[in-house]
Antibody, heavy 126, light 111 residues
């Protein structure tokens, strides 16, 4: 049974750095094709992809946010950590972590978000 | 502004069929697989369709997916009030940016 759970502060001040931890079970991030990603959703708005880390430690970041994001994994602890620097009120959102199954063939890449955490609301306010 | 374009809303009566479109480009939908997610109010997104047209176990066959060129479509038949949700398409963008991209979401109302 695959589960993911996000943890981190509910409130951060502007300019501070946000650190979120995704703790997962039911799979190993050292297994080929397994990845973990972060996605956020401002209140009433659409999903926005942030970053992902692959089983082989390849990392990908949202083009618009890459200067502020760092993703890392601790395979032994089954955790993935996302840091976002210089937080602003516009970063107020529910932050989700999700497992991705990676697949590639002649028809292209597939990155399927097959399991999601329940999300954690982060409010940025002084 | 999302990279993938979806209609903001669709509606239909219970028992009817609805389709939701997702338009992209050759760097994303045109050359990669598409997945679809359902987000019920106040909950996390849930995988509905992956690799263009495959359903995970537990997803009823009322939900279907297709892809043609740089567009994808989610179909829902036999609409139920419990299908009222936001629906998102997603795929990989193979351009220099190498990002996951989502659509802006479509709100389905079952009248």
């Amino acid at each position: 049974q695959v589960t993911l759970r996000e943890s981190g502060p509910a409130l951060v001040k502007p300019t501070q750095t946000l650190t979120l931890t995704c703790t997962f079970s039911g799979f190993s991030l050292s297994t080929s094709g397994m990845c973990v990603s972060w996605v956020r959703q401002p209140p009433g708005k659409a999903l926005e992809w942030l970053a992902l880390i692959d089983w082989d430690d390849d990392k990908y970041y949202s083009t618009s946010l890459k200067t502020r994001l760092t993703i890392s994994k601790d395979t032994s602890k089954n955790q993935v950590v996302l840091t976002m620097t210089n937080m602003d009120p516009v970063d107020t959102a529910t932050y989700y972590c999700a497992r991705i199954r990676y697949y590639y063939d002649s028809s292209g890449y597939s990155r399927t978000f097959d399991y999601w955490g329940q999300g954690t609301l982060v409010t940025v306010s002084s | 502004q999302s990279v993938l374009t979806q209609p903001p809303s669709v509606s239909a009566a219970p028992g009817q069929k609805v389709t939701i479109s997702c338009s992209g480009s050759s760097s994303n939908i045109g050359n990669n697989y598409v997945s679809w997610y359902q987000q019920l109010p106040g909950t996390a997104p849930k995988l509905l369709i992956y690799e263009n047209n495959k359903r995970p176990s537990g997803i009823p066959d009322r939900f279907s997916g297709s892809k043609s060129g740089t567009s994808a479509t989610l179909g829902i038949t036999g609409l139920q009030t419990g299908d009222e949700a936001d629906y998102y398409c997603g795929t990989w963008d193979s351009s220099l940016s190498a990002n996951v991209v989502f659509g802006g979401g479509t709100k389905l109302t079952v009248l």
